[in-house]
């Protein structure tokens, strides 16, 4: 039985040095064996927080958070575009309360959807207190000392050598500090570690996902983004009243706007004539001037597609180009009802086929003396390719310019207090002129024709075309960190992917014989090539100032032989 035990305890022992020589590789906590938690409230949270500042389940929210997003961009949401959860509901109507209870029209800010994301966030840093502990103790402390057989481990090399030991460790401290290991002299050996960026770049990447989270949830709530239309001449101030369309964060208010105006003095568009790209734009630019604050001062500056104009925490995009008519319009009596006004219409394709309704309002009476209101549909081809020819443009640049109009009479709707368009007739309360035939009435138009209204109703001329612009005003708070750690995260990513942590320990002892026996191994978190090929490579260079020593005599103890790295 003694015996037994006493062959035991040296294999025991090596097992117990090369886990520790192996330990610490990683600063991923170690797994405890399941049990079942101690009963109590106590117990229970215990159990629960180790579960979610577990790491499986950290990519288990992650994966629930990308899976939830997905509704987000398939279904209307009402942050987005109220008008087309509003066709959503009146093309579903099954759908459309499951989707309410469900919170599928403003994903976003549902609470499904913000559970996840804070239990996501609760269980990064989770994660990543305990291990930047850990990586701080790593780097205070020192590389473990070598195990008592190096020749257990996957890579080494071993040599004799003429040299005294307390040269050949001096020489290895040496070396691998030079190769920008941390080493240092434990007992008979030098002990050294490198590959601590792969650690470094595990919880860059982790704090990385933390700042994305918490930038993405800053920006989303605290967000604003609208659009302007802009004529040329014309102005825009950064005042909710000003704009034609506007989308904001749940925590938005009113005084985050950046006070600041500008007028659009020229927009230019320019176009390629021929060859297989006709009619896409080489020059599209606004020339504007803008002042920040209520007295600053005006600045002149052009904005472009993809270079827009930044005020503050807001950037002004130009989004969009199309073309307005000019519009006279004459009562019967031959009164100006509609001086010389500028009507935009919206572009339908690429060479600015444009569409849109023309609506006089106030001042119109008709052939009696009757107040009434007129609408008409416009149609407009800033390039129109003459008699026969379909009503589309042939380009996008004003060449032929042609505007066709179709006219009614009545009540525009305006008066009742429901929304409408400014670019659509609501024709429920209009009636059509007639032509001769008893046709609608309609007409095409090019510049300086008028169009004479049946029965005396009066006259509409085609006075000109001005230009307009699309303008996008977006406040995104907190994009730049949010692009900072994108960027940490791909980097942290990159070295924990791609360095690989590692130890080397180098023993140097004299034998029974007087010679100097000099073992080399190397450890890693995983099997790789690099481990025996960078240990070869340190082996080599030792060697050169410890060369060899010739074999012993045959009746000698034998060598130990190398196993893992070629013998020297």
Known sequence: MSDTTTDRAPALQDDQELGEAGSQLSTA???EAPN??????????RWFWRQLTSMRVALLLLLLLSLGAIPGSLIPQTGTDVTKVEEFRAKHETLAPLYDKLGLFNVYSSVWFSAIYILLFVSLIGCIVPRTWQFVGQLRGRPPGAPRRLTRLPA???WRTEAAPEEIREAALALLRKR?????VAGDAVAAEKGYLRELGNLVFHVALIVILVAFAWGQLFKSEGNKLVLEGDGFANTLTQYDDFRSGSLFAQDDLDPFSFVLKDFTGTYEATGPNRGTPRVFQAEVTYSVGAYGKDKRTVIEVND??????SKVYLVSHGYAPVITVKDGRG??????????LLPLDANVTSSGAIKVMDGYRNAKGAREQLGFNAFFLPTHGGDGTTMLSQFPALINPMLALSAYHGDLGVDSGVPQSVYQLNKKNLKEFKDSDGELFKKQLKIGETMTLPNGAGTVTFDGVKEWAGFQIARQPASGWALAGSVAAILGLAASLFIQRRRVW???????????????AGLGRSESAKVPDELGELAGILYERAPGAPDPEPSDSPAVPAEGADKQ
């Open 36 to 45: 079942l938690p101690a009963l109590g409230a106590a117990g229970w949270l």
């Open 29 to 31: 906590p170690a797994e």
């Open 506 to 520: 180098v023993r140097a002892v004299r034998g029974a014989d007087g010679v100097t026996v000099v073992e080399m």
């Open 156 to 158: 080494h090399t071993t």
């Open 335 to 344: 009164k100006v009802v509609m001086d010389r006004e500028a009507v935009p």
């Open 180 to 184: 920008r290991f941390r080493a240092h």
């Open 308 to 313: 827009p104009l930044e005020i503050g925490g």
